[in-house]
């Protein structure tokens, strides 16, 4: 397998400079095609801090929704669908008119409840105010499915929460891993056959400067320079929620991609990836291509990740909307490089 996986938003203004921008620069490589996330969805789930914060069925204590006693927690209509069919619209007509490959199937991710309660709700609250959200959410996901054609379709469950709780820098509210896996694999069984399921196994970004996935900075001088202060000791986290999934997911898993770190440069990072027990359907990208090293980095740790994982495309750590302007131009060169290196014909 090669090509280019795109999780979701670009460092771009508009839906349609996002089309443009992937059919120039980044096809043939990508086939899942996202909208690019522009405006206040860049914010990722805090689009959705209203539902618990204005919700009259949770109290808020310290700045997070708690369940109301003697209340019965319910969430209103949640809207996921009516902006993606807006895209939709949009990319079909990018692809009739050229923009995009033929073959390019719409991109819609989505972030799981838990990362939605963990942002919002108390720990004490979230199993079951997540519980709620999901009955909500479900609605949501049906009407993308019948506003866009499931063989136009690919819908992506953001799993940050998930892997920053394996690997143990939150609390788990559910008290083990399997009933996480379980309650993504609810999610999952919400996709139609015809569309394609991909999970992004997420680390945050190490650009996007101190945050809970990447642990307090240490010291004021770490605070200003930003990027992460936790970091991942190697893939294991990720080989556990991906066999996780495998086991728990009935139907087909299209794609996982996962988040992997520049100073993975050992092949101790990368042995646990040969533990994999992944369908022979699935594909696999890692999050090998960063903008401070492009191309040449990217071959370096593909040629680690290589001698336990046979086959899998390349991405970057997160949305390309973490980018600067700059650092996205990197990854666009960096990407051309690497494919041309690799396997021309995905240069374009």
């Given at each position: 397998?090669?090509?280019?996986?795109?999780t979701?938003?670009i460092?771009?203004?508009?839906?349609?400079?996002?089309?443009?921008l992937?059919?120039s620069?980044?096809?043939?490589g990508?086939?899942?095609?996202?909208?690019?996330?522009?405006?206040?969805?860049?914010?990722?789930?805090?689009?959705?801090?209203?539902h618990?914060?204005?919700?009259?069925?949770?109290?808020?204590?310290?700045?997070?929704?708690?369940?109301?006693a003697?209340?019965?927690?319910?969430f209103?209509a949640?809207?996921?669908?009516s902006?993606?069919?807006?895209?939709?619209?949009?990319?079909?007509?990018?692809?009739?008119?050229?923009?995009?490959?033929d073959?390019?199937?719409?991109?819609?991710?989505?972030?799981?409840?838990?990362?939605?309660?963990?942002?919002?709700?108390?720990?004490?609250?979230?199993?079951?105010?997540?519980?709620?959200?999901?009955?909500a959410?479900?609605?949501?996901v049906?009407?993308?499915?019948?506003?866009i054609?499931?063989?136009?379709l690919?819908?992506?469950?953001?799993?940050?929460?998930?892997?920053?709780?394996?690997?143990g820098?939150?609390?788990?509210?559910?008290?083990?891993?399997e009933?996480?896996?379980a309650?993504?694999?609810?999610?999952?069984?919400?996709?139609?056959d015809?569309?394609?399921?991909?999970?992004?196994?997420?680390?945050?970004?190490?650009?996007?400067?101190?945050s809970?996935?990447m642990?307090d900075?240490?010291?004021?001088?770490?605070?200003?320079?930003?990027?992460?202060?936790?970091?991942?000791?190697?893939?294991?986290?990720?080989v556990t929620?991906a066999?996780?999934?495998?086991?728990?997911v009935?139907?087909?898993?299209?794609?996982?991609?996962?988040?992997?770190?520049a100073?993975?440069?050992?092949?101790?990072?990368?042995?646990?990836?040969?533990?994999?027990?992944?369908e022979?359907?699935t594909?696999?990208?890692?999050?090998?291509?960063?903008?401070?090293?492009?191309a040449?980095?990217a071959?370096?740790?593909a040629?680690?990740?290589a001698?336990?994982?046979?086959?899998?495309?390349?991405?970057?750590?997160?949305?390309?909307?973490?980018?600067?302007?700059?650092?996205?131009?990197?990854?666009l060169?960096?990407w051309s490089?690497?494919?041309?290196?690799?396997?021309?014909?995905?240069?374009?």
């Amino acid at each position: 397998m090669a090509g280019f996986y795109l999780t979701g938003s670009i460092n771009i203004a508009t839906v349609d400079d996002a089309f443009r921008l992937v059919g120039s620069r980044l096809q043939p490589g990508v086939t899942r095609v996202p909208d690019g996330e522009p405006g206040d969805r860049a914010n990722w789930v805090l689009t959705q801090a209203g539902h618990f914060l204005d919700n009259p069925t949770l109290e808020v204590v310290d700045g997070k929704a708690r369940v109301r006693a003697g209340t019965s927690v319910a969430f209103g209509a949640l809207d996921y669908h009516s902006v993606a069919a807006e895209s939709y619209a949009r990319f079909a007509a990018a692809r009739r008119d050229g923009v995009l490959a033929d073959g390019s199937r719409f991109l819609v991710s989505i972030p799981t409840p838990f990362n939605a309660v963990n942002s919002f709700a108390h720990f004490d609250s979230q199993v079951e105010v997540a519980y709620a959200y999901e009955q909500a959410l479900k609605d949501s996901v049906a009407a993308l499915q019948e506003a866009i054609p499931p063989g136009d379709l690919a819908i992506q469950w953001d799993l940050p929460t998930e892997l920053a709780t394996i690997e143990g820098w939150f609390p788990n509210p559910y008290g083990g891993f399997e009933p996480i896996f379980a309650a993504t694999a609810r999610l999952a069984s919400w996709v139609h056959d015809d569309a394609e399921l991909t999970f992004h196994l997420c680390y945050g970004d190490s650009k996007f400067g101190a945050s809970p996935f990447m642990g307090d900075p240490p010291d004021e001088e770490a605070a200003a320079r930003g990027g992460r202060h936790i970091l991942p000791r190697d893939a294991s986290a990720i080989v556990t929620l991906a066999n996780g999934l495998s086991r728990h997911v009935p139907r087909r898993i299209d794609a996982i991609q996962a988040a992997t770190v520049a100073a993975w440069n050992r092949r101790a990072h990368w042995q646990p990836l040969s533990g994999l027990a992944l369908e022979a359907d699935t594909e696999i990208y890692l999050g090998l291509l960063h903008a401070e090293d492009g191309a040449d980095g990217a071959r370096t740790r593909a040629a680690l990740a290589a001698e336990f994982l046979p086959e899998f495309g390349i991405s970057t750590e997160c949305g390309l909307g973490r980018h600067s302007a700059e650092q996205l131009e990197a990854v666009l060169v960096a990407w051309s490089d690497y494919a041309a290196a690799r396997e021309p014909a995905l240069a374009g």
